[in-house]
């Protein structure tokens, strides 16, 4: 104890202390800067097309609460498992972690995420009814991710589809080694289940004039996607084995075995090209796919081009046909010209241009084509088509009023994912709509802020990390049936994590730009004007003793504080 | 045990027979091998302490601190720009009275850049209340850190052993390293009386205000008397137990010495052949070397110096604009001699940034002064000379 009144030196301390507290000086008073936890958008969100919570959902994984990441992933995705299947995944692309180690398989974990969550006990509930009804045209995957959302948020939706099942493309255009129907099947009955009534085998148009769902319902959304094939231009191509790549992987899908050629080209560099080729090859048919740039110019994913390879397919790139040459009535040979690389064109990609007099036959009995659909819009008023697409603003409104559009019909983005994310930000849209309340903008990553509030101006990239916190772990590898096995059968080529390689995944995530409660801010302050909440995520920080010092900013491996400004 | 050691190594050998807790360090030449040396140490497990790894000298010496405070025994070394980054904990740590031991290698302030020995770096440290052992031999450097660390958690101040760079630091040497029994039995471990205690939390170094800032400080430099008679005491203590006494100061021949030359460190061991070369050629000549500069030894230093003819006082360092400091403390100790007791004084500033120091250097210096020709109070040894002499032109040209 100090003696507060001392006689002699004796009487003394060595050195100074206090055993007062010194919570007594409010020292907070100084700063001019406060520090803030602020999350903000890790560089996968920012590329995520659907908005999932990525940093999220794996930061619960790695703290041990699957069933709460596997609930945030299903909160506004109604396809998690299915896109873990099938999506390009642009996340990894971007992933932090891919300077340290390799990308966080995101991928699987969303795999992962929708298969464990296709137990009914993690869809969310429903807010309660508001008694406005909406008309979903087309079930394909923007379609059941605007139902979805809608009635979610209370609405009556009903969706409209031609089929006699809904999923769209995931159900017509994906081959089942990769997305196996029975999963897609168990996500649109999870659909159903929080009310969203199907009407299938029912064409708009047709069975039901467009004129009468406007008036029936209080708002319209046009989601139908692409079907159309566009023509090759070259003669021949009105040959009966000359078919539509769209059409022709629907028939196989569906379990169709169709009398084909012994080998047939596949013209196209797309995912449906791709699908084409390795279903093709599945049912005894030899592709060779004939695409007119080199492979760094291919739109297909990725890893779906490695897997063709790998399963031993031909591809002829820098070729385009000019002729479907018939002998006898026959188609004996796709005539095709060399290409080389120009200027790039607006999509960025460098344009091909033939070479003269490089003509050559690559011998076949027939030809897919699969450069690219059309939508089919006949049933719209004109002035809500926009030549091949449906006329839509950067909100999804249409010049009718009441009627909404989005995904492929409307913009084409051209993947199952960014149609899910344009469902859900379309229901976000006309839910505003049938509230009364102003249209918000929706434009990406929006929808990234959904399940929480981030700070979506900010996106959190590996520049923005603090370093020393973080060593290389090796990205684990991926499971896959081996090329001889899965050549000659329509099983899932892909195998899923098991939970404890998911935790263990989601441990190397480095939750960029979220609080994960780490407590480096709590460890480093000096001020000791950092306490961790009880009971409660995150921390508090005392403001009468926190001088706005920054370290802890400084600190936080993550970027999950800013300083900012105090106000006075 | 026997061993052919560098001063470095001595160091580091010195520090492991400590049992130091915590040793916080960060390196800089001509440093750098002490730390090495002791965290091969550590990791190998000879000595059972947290080596922290830190980037600066400041935090190297706040990361003492903070163990120290809480009563663990601790250890850095550094040198040069590193002491002096070190500067504003190295008064925190004097007036938190924590029994820090700290070796450093002298080493020349830049610029220009030098990585060589003069005293200029541990001296700019002279006033901030840290005990100060300059060391002649890699021996002395292990008796007198294991000393160090007695004599500071006595008188609650830390101490710097200081070294000279290369001509001690990396030049090797037969030193007698001493078993650990015999330094656990001089050395109890360390009872900090300030020592933090979980029980009873207080906020060390608060503000104090001008009724009481006084006191402490009266306090510090209470210690620094006190400590005067702690190392003399612990350095006959070393003596009984290793046949290797010491004192405050070195004297040789200095019985019936006439002309004495006062220095400290390694150049000593060259002053001691020139010494014995002039008692050889009939001049009285004799050594006082500092060893302990800090607490100061003022009244033992005045009845050694009390009634030489002359006194020569190489320094290897320079307070610019006034002497070579050294040279100015000998001075003030003298000043309170009778007239007539009072030697006549030479400054001589010599060995700057590495420069070599030889026996003709030294022989000139003494003979210089003792013949007469050195008439000035101050010079600069061995340095070019200037064409207008002494003009401002000359510096600032």
Not at chain 1, 161 to 175: E, F, N
Not at chain 1, 185 to 196: F, K, M, N, P, W
Not at chain 1, 549 to 555: A, F, L, M, S
Request: net charge negative; aromatic share 6%; charged share 25%.
């Amino acid at each position: 104890m100090v003696d507060l009144n001392p006689k002699m030196l004796e009487d003394i301390p060595v050195t100074s202390y206090s055993d007062n507290s010194t919570l007594l000086i409010k020292t907070g008073a100084w700063k001019y800067v406060q520090p803030s936890y602020e999350d903000k958008l890790p560089a996968c969100s920012h590329q995520c097309p659907a908005g999932n919570d990525i940093s999220k959902a794996l930061d619960l994984i790695a703290r041990g609460d699957v069933a709460a990441a596997a609930r945030l992933w299903r909160a506004g995705n109604p396809f998690p498992a299915s896109l873990g299947r099938v999506c390009p995944h642009p996340c990894e692309d971007q992933c932090n972690r891919g300077q340290f180690g390799g990308a966080i398989a995101i991928h699987m974990m969303e795999r992962f995420l929708g298969d464990r969550s296709l137990d009914p006990e993690f869809l969310p509930k429903a807010k309660p009814a508001t008694g406005k009804k909406v008309a979903v045209i087309g079930g394909g995957p923007a379609g059941v991710a605007a139902a979805y959302n809608l009635a979610l948020a209370g609405h009556a939706v009903e969706v409209f589809d031609d089929k006699p099942a809904a999923g769209g493309y995931l159900r017509t255009g994906i081959p089942a080694y990769r997305l196996p129907k029975d999963v897609l099947d168990r996500e649109l009955a999870l659909v159903e289940q929080t009310g969203v009534q199907f009407t299938l085998n029912t064409r708009v148009g047709r069975d039901v004039s467009f004129d009468e769902l406007r008036n029936r319902f209080d708002a319209v959304i046009v989601t139908i996607g692409f079907h159309g094939s566009r023509p090759l231009g070259v003669p021949g191509e009105d040959h009966e084995n000359v078919y539509n790549g769209v059409h022709l992987l629907e028939r196989i899908l569906a379990g169709e075995r169709p009398e084909l050629p012994r080998r047939m080209a596949v013209v196209g560099g797309g995912n449906t090209a791709m699908d084409v080729a390795r279903s093709l090859l599945r049912i005894g048919v030899e592709p060779i796919v004939v695409y007119r740039r080199s492979r760094m110019e291919m739109p297909a994913i990725p890893t779906e081009v490695d897997e063709a390879i790998a399963e031993g397919i031909r591809f002829e790139f820098l070729t385009a046909p000019s002729r479907v040459i018939i002998e006898n009535g026959k188609v004996t040979a796709l005539e095709c010209r060399k290409m080389r690389l120009g200027e790039p064109d607006e999509s960025g990609r460098r344009r091909p241009i033939p070479v003269e007099g490089s003509e050559f036959p690559v011998e076949v009995g027939g030809v897919v084509t699969a450069i690219g659909e059309t939508a089919e819009l006949d049933f719209l008023p004109d002035e809500a088509r926009d030549g091949w697409r449906v006329a839509a603003d950067e909100r999804f409104v249409t010049p009718v009023e009441g009627v909404f559009a989005a995904g492929d019909a409307a913009f084409g983005e051209g993947t199952v994912t960014a149609a899910v994310g344009a469902g859900r930000r379309v229901a976000m849209v006309v839910d505003a709509f049938l509230g009364g309340r102003e249209l918000p903008s929706v434009a990406p990553p929006t929808q990234a802020s959904w399940e929480r509030p981030v700070n979506i101006d900010q996106t959190v990239h590996v520049e923005q990390l603090n370093p020393a916190y973080f060593t290389e772990v090796p990205r684990p590898e991926i499971h896959e049936l081996d090329p001889q096995t899965r050549s000659t059968s329509f099983d899932e080529v892909v195998q899923g994590f098991t939970e404890e390689e998911a935790i263990r995944e989601a441990r190397r995530c480095m939750v960029c730009g979220t609080c994960n409660e780490c407590c480096n801010c709590l460890f480093f302050c000096p001020d000791v004007a950092i306490h961790k909440r009880s009971g409660a995520f995150g921390f508090d920080i005392d403001g009468d003793h926190c001088k706005g010092c920054g370290i802890c900013v400084e600190e936080c491996p993550r970027n999950a504080l800013s300083l900012v400004e105090v106000k006075s | 045990m026997r061993m052919v050691i560098k001063g470095n190594g001595a160091v580091a050998h010195a520090v492991r027979l400590a049992r130091p807790q915590v040793i916080s360090a960060y390196p800089i030449t001509p440093q750098t091998s002490i730390i090495e040396g002791i965290a091969s140490m550590v990791a190998e497990g000879k000595i059972d302490a947290r080596f922290i790894k830190v980037e600066s000298e400041h935090s190297a010496l706040a990361g003492c601190i903070a163990a120290e405070s809480a009563g663990a025994r601790t250890f850095t070394a550094t040198s040069a720009q590193g002491l002096a980054l070190m500067h504003e904990v190295i008064h925190w740590a004097a007036g938190a009275r924590l029994p820090i031991v700290l070796a450093n290698v002298n080493r020349a302030m830049a610029p220009g850049w030098s990585i060589w020995t003069d005293q200029t770096d541990s001296l700019s440290q002279r006033d901030t209340g840290w005990m100060q052992v300059y060391c002649q031999s890699a021996q002395e450097v292990v008796d007198s850190v294991i000393q160090a660390y007695k004599v500071s958690e006595r008188v609650l101040l830390p101490t710097m052993v200081i070294l000279d760079a290369f001509f001690l630091s990396h030049t090797y040497e037969d030193v007698e390293v001493p078993e650990p029994g015999l330094v656990d039995g001089f050395l109890p471990p360390l009872d900090l009386p300030q020592k933090m205690d979980l029980e009873h939390p207080a906020a060390l170094g608060n503000l104090v205000f001008p009724d009481r800032y006084m006191e402490f400080r009266r306090k510090m430099d209470l210690a620094h008397q006190v400590a005067l008679g702690v190392w003399d005491e612990v350095g006959r203590e070393w003596g009984e137990l290793t046949g290797r006494p010491y004192g405050l100061v070195e004297q040789y021949r200095m019985d019936d010495a006439e002309l004495v030359l006062v220095t400290a460190a390694t150049t000593a061991s060259t002053a001691r052949v020139v010494i014995d070369a002039l008692r050889d050629e009939g001049v009285a000549a004799g050594l006082l070397r500092l060893r302990v500069f800090r607490p100061f030894p003022a009244d033992l230093i005045r009845t050694i110096l009390a009634d030489r003819k002359k006194v020569v006082i190489l320094d290897r360092n320079c307070s610019f604009g006034h002497h070579g400091i050294f040279h100015q403390e000998i001075k003030s100790a003298l000043y309170e001699l009778p007239a007539g007791q009072q030697p006549e004084m030479h400054g001589v500033i010599a060995g700057l940034g590495g420069r070599d120091v030889t026996v003709e250097d030294l022989r000139g210096m003494l003979m210089g002064v003792w013949e007469g020709r050195i008439t000035k109070p101050v010079t600069w040894w061995n340095v070019l000379e200037a064409k207008g002499a002494e003009t401002g032109a000359v510096a600032m040209g």
